[in-house]
Nanobody, 120 residues
């Protein structure tokens, strides 16, 4: 079984920065793809950033401000968030496609979420 645990959320002022981490634990060979999702109060969960096959893509509102990266040596996914805005407030969830150590194992997993609040 694989578990994803996010950290790094908290309170930041507009214009500030936060770095979210998502550590994967279990029998992991590699993180094949990963994404960060955001759910603002009263809204649906939306994809913010994704990393797959060496390529990254971002939701338009965060382009140029957020950076997703995957460190397979540490089984960790990061989201560097700069120039934060109040509209970035929400619960941030990590999602990962994991390749297991044993052939044919792995799967898609979600973390429990971490709250990010940006004050104006």
């Amino acid at each position: 079984q694989v578990h994803l645990v996010e950290s790094g959320g908290g309170l930041a002022e507009a214009g500030g920065s936060l770095r979210l981490s998502c550590v994967a634990s279990g029998s992991i060979f590699a993180i094949n793809a990963a994404g960060w999702y955001r759910q603002a109060p009263g809204k649906q969960r939306e994809l913010v950033a994704i990393s797959r096959g060496g390529s990254t893509n971002y939701e338009d509102s965060v382009k140029g401000r957020f950076t997703i990266s995957v460190d397979n040596a540490k089984d960790t996914v990061y989201l560097q968030m700069n120039s934060l805005k109040p509209e970035d407030t929400g619960v941030y969830y990590c999602n990962a496609d994991v390749i297991g150590v044993r052939a044919g194992t792995g799967g898609n997993y979600w973390g429990q979420g971490t709250q990010v609040t940006v004050s104006s």
